[in-house]
């Protein structure tokens, strides 16, 4: 079952794409990574099989897993019109995953939901690279993974304005650098929050009544209100 719905996000991918280089490898991609991902999968199963408390932890998170999508997203997806705020972290990843599954899954058994699978992401222009490159790939393989199985969605990227980024302001000298991490620090605000605020508003006005929906950690949740 696992090999028949892979959500194939790659996170357990090591290499790093670059958009417009090796074109010419393009054809046998597909096939290196699905023989890759099948080695990582099959690695952790094969160390579940020898260690019953690895085997025992994977049952639980199935089980979770499962309990996750049947009793709490499927009945979600099918009353609210959901925005997922989406970093390509662990935590949002996760969240994706689970969302993502309950659209297949309703779409399988022809069970109507309140509106499209919408998945957001803010890119700041001043990410490390890496990342940057990373997010923009997952953001590709989950559009083709929604088009493979015919699940309405829209995945839309925020970006900051020219005139509010990151060279103009500040290296351009319009504005001082502010110093710490802060949700109220001019880069926060410029790059991030305002860009993504505009978006929402255009959203909202497409889809009435839409809930956001973000992935977090309790006990991340918890240092950040401190």
């Known amino acids: 079952e696992t090999g028949q719905?892979?959500?194939?996000?790659?996170?357990?991918?090591?290499?790093v794409e670059l958009d417009d280089a090796d074109a010419g490898l393009r054809d046998d991609e597909a096939a290196v990574e699905q023989a890759d991902e099948r080695g990582a999968l099959g690695g952790e199963l094969a160390v579940a099989n020898i260690?019953?408390?690895?085997e025992a932890i994977f049952a639980a998170a199935r089980e979770l897993y499962e309990s996750l999508i049947e009793g709490r997203i499927l009945p979600l997806i099918q009353a609210h019109k959901i925005r997922l705020a989406c970093s390509m972290g662990k935590d949002s990843l996760t969240l994706l995953n689970l969302f993502v599954e309950a659209h297949r899954r309703a779409k399988e058994r022809d069970i109507p939901v309140a509106g499209p699978l919408?998945?957001?992401?803010?890119?700041?222009?001043?990410?490390?690279?890496?990342?940057?490159m990373f997010a923009k790939r997952q953001l590709r393989l989950l559009a083709a993974?929604?088009?493979q199985h015919g699940i309405a969605h829209r995945i839309l990227t925020a970006e900051p304005q020219p005139r509010y980024s990151w060279p103009v302001l500040y290296v351009g000298g319009l504005k001082l650098m502010t110093v710490g991490a802060s949700v109220t620090s001019d880069c926060t605000v410029e790059l991030k929050i305002n860009p993504l605020r505009a978006l929402e508003r255009k959203l909202e006005r497409e889809f009435p009544g839409l809930v956001l929906a973000t992935g977090v950690r309790l006990d991340e949740s918890i240092a950040r209100s401190q």
């Open 145 to 147: 993974y929604l088009d």
């Open 118 to 132: 919408i998945v957001t992401h803010a890119d700041t222009k001043i990410e490390s690279p890496v990342m940057s």
């Open 5 to 15: 719905h892979d959500l194939r996000l790659g996170v357990t991918e090591a290499r």
């Open 51 to 54: 260690d019953p408390r690895r």
